[in-house]
């Protein structure tokens, strides 16, 4: 079932690229007691991800946080080494936490997954993003397919 406002985030394990290499990030323990803006993208270095939505989030960091938001995260099901080379590339550093969801585990989890096959993709993440406060999704932005407009960084000022 897909995830809902009101819902507690399930279980899962990010990849994040540290100063020793790629580190493994608990879903429990990175939401835990603060509120983050996390948004899902289809692929690093696609189009729309890196034109607009990840951009989006670099530019609006400081009114997302005067807003109240702890971190801002971004997750694609893309390894380690891609997100932190996207990350890097888009000069997300001390901004956006680039959260490497590499098989998928956590799409799977919230049941937002898109089939990408006809692309070359594979299975990834939709594009959406949530508002987490503790753990729990106070907001939830899911995007039709193609659509850019609910998941920006823009719309979630407005929710805030």
């Known amino acids: 079932m897909t995830i809902a ?33 996390l948004f899902s993208v289809p692929g690093a270095f696609t189009p729309t991800c890196s034109a607009k939505h990840l951009p989006g989030f670099i530019e609006k960091a400081d009114a997302l946080k ?7 995260a971004c ?11 996207w990350g890097k590339s888009a ?12 098989n998928g585990d956590f799409a799977k989890a ?9 692309f070359g993709l594979g299975t990834r993440g939709q594009r959406f993003s949530l508002l987490v406060k503790d753990g729990v999704v106070e907001q939830l932005n899911v995007e039709a397919p ?7 960084a823009d719309h979630m000022l407005e929710q805030l």
Request: a negative charge.
């Open 5 to 37: 406002k009101g819902d507690r985030l399930p279980a899962a394990t990010f990849a994040k690229m540290t100063e020793n290499g790629p580190e493994p990030v608990d879903s429990d323990s990175f939401f835990s007691g603060r509120t983050v803006a």
């Open 110 to 118: 919230v049941d937002l997954v898109m089939d990408g096959s006809k």
């Open 91 to 102: 000069g997300a550093e001390g901004k956006v936490t680039m959260l490497a969801d590499g």
């Open 75 to 85: 997750t694609a099901v893309n390894d380690v080494f891609v997100m932190d080379a």
């Open 66 to 72: 005067q807003k109240g938001v702890d971190e801002i």
């Open 146 to 152: 193609g659509d850019f407009k609910l998941s920006s």
